[in-house]
RNA sequence: GGGCGUGUAGCUCAGUCGGUUAGAGCGCAUCCCUGAUAAGGAUGAGGUCCCUGGUUCGAUUCCAGGCACGCCCA
C-alpha cells in the first residue's frame, strides 16, 4: 500500500516536509558521505556578501550550483560543498560607519581602529541566517556548518602566503596609480566599484587662457571641468595632426583648434585674422604657469606644450589642460615627459598646505573660488557648463576624484600570455565567453591594483623600515611570531599594526604597511585560503586543484572569474577551475533592473510559499539565463512551469497510486519482466532516450538543454502513455496485462524522479520515497543517476509511434473541420501512404489510432493519388549546387511535371525532363513531393501521409453513439455527486425508444464504463433532464451496496 | 568612446552548419473532451525573422555598416 496522494497538491507544503525529511535524516551529509572515496568533483563556491540579503541573481546562480553538484553526486563523484562568505571590505565598513555616524579616515582613527574592525567583525555576519534559511528553502544543498570566512584566522594566513609567493616571484611590487578615489571614504575605488556609480551631474566648464612666453600678448586657451585641478597644472598637451587656429582678436593673439573656433566666435567679424598651423608647429612653446604654487617645477620642465594622441576636438578648445597627479592621460605623459606628478590633496580630499590659498578645503567646494579668481586676473575667458556622466562612490554617492595614489600591485601585465594560454584549457558555457568577452578581457589586461587605505580587511604582510630601505614581506602566522617575538592570534589591522619587527641592518624598527588588501584579493584565493593551503590539507589540495566547476554571474567576468584566474596563473601556472557556467542577470518583468524601491518583482519568499521552489527553479534553469543571456523574470512564467510540469507529473503519480493502492498492487521484487505491450515498449524506450539525453546535456553543462527534454516527455508520459493506458489500470481482471501495465508506470515514475532529482529535488523525493521499494536508498538523491540502457530502446518504435500520433492528429483535424464529434463512432479511418515502411511500422498500432479516433477500422492502402493531386517542387538543398544559376529554370520545369510522372518519381524511378533543350535526368531525391488533398473528401495529410475518414453513419452507429452519450452523462453525474471512483450504481433512464434501444445493445459498455450494476428504463424518473443527439431524457443515477 | 551579447508572432522564447510553407508555450477567437480537473485536446487569426548594403542561383541564417537594448570596461 503507498501513501495515498491527492491530486490536489500544495506544492509549498509537501516541499516543507521534504525538507524536514532531509533535516531529520542529515540526508545532505549522508548523499556526501556516501560517496567517499571516490573521484572526487570539485567546486567551488564564490562568497557573497553577507550584510545584503540574497536576491533572485543569487537564487539563480545557487540554483546551477545546485544542480551540477547533484547531479555529479548522483553519478558517483564525491561532490564537497562548502558555502562561503566574503566578511571585508569597504560595504561593511561603510554600514559600521553609518551606524556610528561617523565617516572618514579622521574620525575612524579617532575612534580607534581596534574598535572600529571590532564593530566590523560583530555585524559582517548579520545576515547570515536569512542567507541559510533562504538557501535551504531552494532545495540548496550546500554545507553551511563548514562554512569558510575570508576573516577566520586560518583564511587570512593562506592570504598572506600567496601574496608572499607572489613577492618571492616578484609579481609585486608598489607603485602610484591614478585611480578613482572617494573623498569622503578615503579610498581609491576598484574599477568595477567605479562603475557602479555613474550618474549624470552638472559640471563646470571653462576655458582658461595661458601666457605663451616669447609671444606677446599670446595665448593658448584650454578647457576643463575641474577647476580645483588648475593649480597643479604641469603642461598642455594638443594633437600632433590637428589643426589648429592662430587668431587676433583686439590686440590679443589666440591659440585652439579649428574645429572648435565656431564655439567661441559665432562670425568672423568677431576676430581680426585667422591663420591656420599645425599641432606639432605649437609643441615646445612654453607659458607662464596660471598659480604659482608649482612655479619651481619649471626647472623640472614643467609648463610646456606637448603633444598626445589622446587630444581630441570633441570638446573644450583641442588643447588639454595636463595636471599628472589627476588624471590617468596625464600621468602617463608626465611619466614620459619627465614631468613631477605634484598631488597637493590629502586623503579626505583637501588642499594640502602647498596651495596655500585654498589649504583644507574640500577640491569640489573650492571650484568657485577658483574660478572667481581666474576671472579676476583675467585668465577666465569663458564659463558653462556641462551635463555629463561622472562616476560617484557606489556606497556613499560622493563624486569621485582621480588622483595617484600610493598603490600596490600585481604584475598582471607580466603573466598575461600565461593567463591566455590557461584560458584555453577552460570550458565556459556559454562559449562565446571564452574568446569574446573574458578572453578579450586577459588580453587587455592591466597590471592589478590590490591595496585598499582602509581597515576592515587582511593586511598586507609587508614591514618596512621607516626610511624605506629594508622591506620584509612575511608569509604565515609562526613567521610573523618568530620575527615579532609575540604570540599572534588574530591578523587583522589593529592586532598586526602593533607588531614591530627589529631590523636586521639596523635600521630600527620596521612597520606594517598601513594597507588592507582588496577583497576580491581575498576572494581570488579562495581555492587555498578555504583549505588552509599549504599549512593544511596540502596533499589533498594539491591533488585535486583546479576546481571541476564554478558558476557565478556573468558580472564576474571581471571580478572572481578574473581574480582566480590571475593568482591561480601566478602561483602554480593553471586556471583556477575547468568548467564554468555564466548566468546572465535576472531583470524585472519590465525590462528594468529589480529594484526594492520601484517593487517591480514579487518577492522571493512569496513565490516560494505560493508555487515553490522546483517550480521556480525549473522556470529558471529553463530559460536562456543559463547562457548568461537575461531574464525577465515574471510570475506568470513560474505558473506556467508549474502548470506544464510539475502538475501533469504530479498527476501521473498519483494516478499510479490511486489504482495500485485499489488493486493493492506494489512493487514486486525481482520480476521486472519485459513488458510485450507496445505502449509499455515504447514508454521505456522514450524514458531511455529522456535518460541518455538529459546526461549529454548536462555532462557538456547546458543546463537548459537538459531540462527541455522533460517537457516533451512528461507530456508523452501523461497525454499518450496514461491516457491511453487508463483502461489497462482500471479493468477488473487482474491480468498480465495489468501487471506489465504497473510496473511500466512504476518502473518509469522511480526513474524519472532520479533524472529530475538534480533539478526538480523535491518533487521527485516525495515520489520517489513513495514508491521506492524495500531495500533501495531512502533517498532519491541517494541514488545512482540512470544510465540510458540500449537494450530498451526501440528507434522504429518511437518513430512509428509519432506517426501513428501523426494519424490521429490528423484525424482529428478531419472530424473537427467536417464537425463530427469524437463520441459519435464512424466505421472506417483510411490511412494511405506509398511508404510500405510506414505502414508496416504502424500497423501493429493501428487500435491506437481506432480507439482515439473512435472508428471501428483502420484501413491502410497505397492509392494515394485517388485521395490527392501531386505536385513536386525542386528540392534546391540537391540542385542548388548541381545548376547553379539554373536552378531557377529547373525548378520551374519540375513545378509543371505531370502528376503521372511524378508517380514515377515516387515509385523511386528517375525521370528525365527537358529544360531549355537540355536533358535532365531526376531521381527521387532531388524533388519534394507535396499532397493536395482532392476537394469535397475528407481527407488531410501531412508529410507522406494521408488521412480519409467515412463518414456514412449505420444505425448501429448511431445507436453506439446514443450509448456514449448517455455514459458520458451519467460521468458527469458521479462526478457531480462526489462519488468515489469503485462506487457502484444503479441508473434510471426515461426516455424514448430510440434511447433505450441504443442503452439495451451497448448494455455490456454502459454498464462497465459507469461501474452501473442495473439499467433500468422507467416511465418517468425523478432524475435532472438532458438532452442527448437531440433526444430529451431524464437520468437518476443511484449509488448502490454491493456484496463483496 | 571600446569590448561582448541580444534583437524571430501581442508576450516569453526555440530554431535555421544558407534551400523557397520559420516553430512552441502563453494570451485571443471558435470548438471538442471531461475518472489528470490549480486540468486536457483541436482549429483559426497573428511574422518585412531590427534596418541598409554585400556575397550567392537562393540570406531570417554568412559578411560589412547602422539602429535599439543589456552587461562589462573606459
Redesign the pocket.
Known amino acids: 500500500m503507498y501513501e495515498p496522494v491527492s491530486?490536489?497538491?500544495?506544492?509549498?507544503e509537501s516541499e516543507q516536509s521534504v525538507l524536514e525529511f532531509w533535516k531529520e535524516n542529515g540526508t545532505f551529509l549522508k548523499s556526501v558521505e556516501a560517496r567517499k572515496g571516490a573521484d572526487e568533483f570539485l567546486f567551488y563556491d564564490g562568497p557573497p556578501f553577507a550584510t545584503g540579503l540574497p536576491h533572485y541573481g543569487h537564487l539563480l546562480a545557487g540554483t546551477i550550483k545546485d544542480i551540477v553538484p547533484r547531479y555529479q553526486t548522483m553519478r558517483g563523484y564525491y561532490v564537497d560543498r562548502r558555502f562561503g562568505w566574503d566578511c571585508h571590505g569597504l560595504p561593511v565598513e561603510f554600514e559600521v560607519e553609518q551606524d556610528l555616524e561617523i565617516s572618514g579616515k579622521t574620525q575612524i582613527e579617532e575612534l580607534g581602529v581596534d574598535v572600529f574592525n571590532e564593530r566590523c567583525r560583530s555585524i559582517v555576519l548579520r545576515y547570515t541566517s536569512e542567507w541559510r534559511s533562504v538557501v535551504t528553502r531552494m532545495g540548496r544543498w550546500v554545507d553551511f556548518d563548514r562554512d569558510y570566512k575570508t576573516m577566520d584566522p586560518s583564511y587570512m594566513e593562506s592570504i598572506w602566503w600567496v601574496f608572499k609567493s607572489l613577492w618571492d616571484k616578484g609579481l609585486i611590487y608598489e607603485g602610484k596609480k591614478i585611480l578613482p578615489y572617494c573623498p569622503r571614504c578615503s579610498t581609491p575605488l576598484?574599477?568595477?566599484?567605479?562603475?557602479?556609480g555613474?550618474e549624470d551631474v552638472t559640471d563646470p566648464a571653462i576655458t582658461i587662457r595661458f601666457k605663451l612666453k616669447n609671444e606677446d600678448n599670446a595665448y593658448i586657451l584650454a578647457w576643463t571641468t575641474t577647476p580645483w585641478t588648475l593649480p597643479s597644472n604641469m603642461a598642455l598637451a594638443v594633437g600632433k595632426d590637428i589643426v589648429y587656429a592662430r587668431i587676433e582678436d583686439k590686440g590679443s593673439v589666440y591659440y585652439m583648434a579649428k574645429d572648435r573656433v565656431s564655439v567661441y566666435y559665432r562670425d568672423e567679424d568677431e576676430y581680426d585674422k585667422m591663420t591656420e598651423l599645425r599641432g606639432d608647429e605649437l609643441v615646445g612653446k612654453t607659458y607662464e604657469p596660471i598659480f604659482p604654487y608649482f612655479a619651481h617645477c619649471s626647472d623640472e620642465g614643467a609648463f610646456r606644450v606637448l603633444a598626445a594622441d589622446f587630444v581630441s576636438t570633441g570638446d573644450g578648445t583641442g588643447v588639454v589642460h595636463i595636471a599628472p597627479g589627476f588624471g590617468?592621460?596625464d600621468y602617463m605623459l608626465g611619466m614620459k615627459e619627465g614631468l613631477p606628478a605634484v598631488c597637493p590633496v590629502d586623503a579626505e580630499g583637501q588642499f594640502t598646505d602647498e596651495v596655500s590659498d585654498y589649504a583644507g578645503r574640500r577640491v569640489k567646494e573650492a571650484d568657485a573660488d577658483i574660478m572667481k579668481r581666474l576671472k579676476a586676473e583675467g585668465k577666465l575667458v569663458h564659463r558653462s557648463t556641462i551635463v555629463h556622466?561622472y562616476?560617484h562612490c557606489w556606497r556613499c554617492d560622493e563624486p569621485l576624484i582621480y588622483r595617484g595614489i600610493s598603490t600596490w600591485f600585481v604584475k598582471v601585465e607580466q603573466i598575461k600570455d600565461r593567463l591566455v594560454e590557461a584560458n584555453k584549457e577552460i570550458k565556459w558555457v556559454?562559449g562565446?565567453?571564452k574568446?569574446?568577452?573574458f578572453g578579450?578581457?586577459l588580453e587587455?589586461a592591466?597590471d592589478w591594483a590590490i591595496s585598499r587605505n582602509r581597515y576592515w580587511g587582511a593586511p598586507l604582510p609587508v614591514w618596512r623600515s621607516e626610511d624605506g630601505e629594508e622591506v620584509l614581506c612575511v608569509g604565515s602566522i609562526a613567521e610573523l611570531e618568530k620575527l615579532g617575538g609575540r604570540e599572534v592570534k588574530d591578523l587583522h589591522k589593529h592586532h598586526v599594526d602593533k607588531i614591530e619587527i627589529p631590523s636586521k641592518e639596523g635600521r630600527g624598527m620596521l612597520k606594517r604597511v598601513p594597507e588592507v588588501l582588496d577583497c576580491w584579493f581575498e576572494s581570488g584565493s579562495m581555492p587555498y585560503a578555504q583549505a588552509h593551503y599549504p599549512f593544511e590539507n596540502k596533499d589533498r589540495f594539491e591533488a585535486h586543484f583546479p576546481a571541476d566547476f564554478i558558476a557565478e554571474g556573468?558580472?564576474q567576468?571581471?571580478?572572481w572569474f578574473y581574480t582566480l584566474m590571475v593568482l591561480s596563473v601566478a602561483l602554480f601556472d593553471r586556471p583556477a577551475f575547468r568548467n564554468v557556467v555564466v548566468n546572465?542577470?535576472v531583470?524585472a518583468?519590465d525590462?528594468?533592473?529589480m529594484s526594492k524601491r520601484l517593487k517591480n518583482y514579487p518577492d522571493a519568499m512569496y513565490m516560494l510559499d505560493?508555487?515553490g521552489a522546483d517550480a521556480l527553479r525549473l522556470y529558471m534553469i529553463n530559460?536562456?539565463?543559463v547562457?548568461?543571456?537575461?531574464?525577465?523574470f515574471?510570475e506568470?512564467?513560474v505558473?506556467?512551469s508549474?502548470?506544464?510540469l510539475l502538475?501533469?507529473l504530479?498527476?501521473?503519480y498519483?494516478?499510479f497510486v490511486?489504482?495500485a493502492n485499489?488493486d493493492g498492487w506494489s512493487a514486486g521484487d525481482g520480476s521486472s519482466g519485459v513488458s510485450t505491450n507496445v505502449l509499455d515498449r515504447w514508454i521505456r524506450s522514450s524514458l531511455e532516450t529522456l535518460v541518455a539525453d538529459v546526461a549529454t546535456a548536462m555532462d557538456g553543462y547546458d543546463l537548459?538543454?537538459s531540462v527541455?527534454p522533460f517537457?516533451r516527455f512528461?507530456?508523452d508520459l501523461?497525454?499518450?502513455y496514461?491516457?491511453r493506458s487508463?483502461r489497462r489500470f482500471?479493468k477488473s481482471q487482474d491480468d498480465d496485462d495489468k501487471s506489465q501495465a504497473y510496473q511500466t508506470l512504476h518502473h518509469v515514475l522511480v526513474q524519472l524522479s532520479k533524472v529530475a532529482a538534480p533539478f526538480l529535488p523535491f518533487i521527485s523525493e516525495s515520489i520517489y520515497r513513495n514508491l521506492r521499494s524495500e531495500g533501495s536508498p531512502e533517498s532519491v538523491h541517494l541514488c545512482d543517476f540512470p544510465i540510458a540502457d540500449g537494450s530498451f530502446r526501440d528507434h522504429t518504435l518511437e518513430e512509428a509511434m509519432s506517426l501513428v500520433m501523426t494519424c490521429v492528429?490528423?484525424g482529428?483535424?478531419l472530424?473537427?473541420?467536417h464537425?463530427l464529434?469524437?463520441?459519435?463512432p464512424l466505421s472506417v479511418l483510411h490511412v494511405v501512404t506509398r511508404n510500405s515502411e510506414i505502414i508496416d511500422s504502424i500497423r501493429e498500432l493501428k487500435d491506437i489510432i481506432a480507439d482515439e479516433l473512435n472508428v471501428k477500422k483502420v484501413a491502410f492502402g497505397d492509392h494515394e493519388t485517388e485521395l490527392a493531386t501531386l505536385s513536386a517542387?525542386?528540392?534546391?538543398?540537391q540542385?542548388?549546387?548541381r545548376?547553379?544559376?539554373?536552378?531557377?529554370v529547373v525548378?520551374k520545369a519540375i513545378s509543371e511535371i505531370p502528376s503521372n510522372e511524378l508517380e514515377r518519381i515516387v515509385e523511386g524511378d528517375s525521370v528525365s525532363i527537358s529544360v531549355d533543350g537540355e536533358e535532365v535526368e531526376l531521381g527521387p531525391n532531388d524533388v519534394?513531393i507535396?499532397r493536395i488533398p482532392h476537394d469535397g473528401l475528407v481527407v488531410a495529410c501531412e508529410g507522406q501521409i494521408l488521412v480519409a475518414i467515412e463518414t456514412a453513419l449505420t444505425d448501429e452507429l448511431v445507436e453506439e453513439g446514443l450509448a456514449?452519450?448517455l455514459?458520458?452523462k451519467v460521468?458527469?453525474m458521479?462526478?457531480e455527486a462526489n462519488?468515489?471512483?469503485?462506487?457502484r450504481i444503479r441508473v434510471d433512464v426515461s426516455g424514448g425508444e430510440d434511447i433505450k434501444r441504443a442503452v439495451e445493445s451497448n448494455m455490456e459498455y454502459v454498464q462497465t464504463?459507469?461501474?452501473c450494476v442495473e439499467c433500468s428504463f422507467p416511465e418517468s424518473s425523478a432524475g435532472s433532464e438532458w438532452e442527448i443527439n437531440g433526444h430529451p431524457c431524464r437520468i437518476e443515477v443511484i449509488p448502490v451496496q454491493v456484496e463483496a
Do not use: C
Request: aromatic letters at 10%.
Open positions: 491530486n490536489k497538491v500544495d506544492f509549498s576598484s574599477n568595477f566599484e567605479t562603475n557602479q555613474y590617468e592621460d556622466s562616476p556559454p562565446h565567453l574568446d569574446g568577452r578579450k578581457w587587455g592591466r556573468l558580472d567576468t571581471r571580478g546572465g542577470m531583470l518583468e525590462g528594468r533592473k505560493t508555487y530559460s536562456p539565463v547562457r548568461a543571456e537575461d531574464l525577465r515574471s506568470d512564467g505558473k506556467h508549474l502548470r506544464h502538475i501533469p504530479w498527476n501521473a498519483s494516478f490511486t489504482y485499489i537548459q538543454r527541455r517537457v512528461i507530456e501523461t497525454n499518450w496514461i491516457r487508463r482500471w492528429r490528423l482529428r483535424q472530424r473537427s473541420e464537425n464529434k469524437v463520441r459519435q517542387k525542386a528540392d534546391f538543398r540542385l542548388g549546387p545548376f547553379g544559376p539554373k536552378v531557377k525548378a519534394v507535396e456514449r452519450e455514459v458520458n460521468q458527469n458521479r462526478k462519488l468515489d471512483v469503485t462506487q464504463e459507469t461501474l
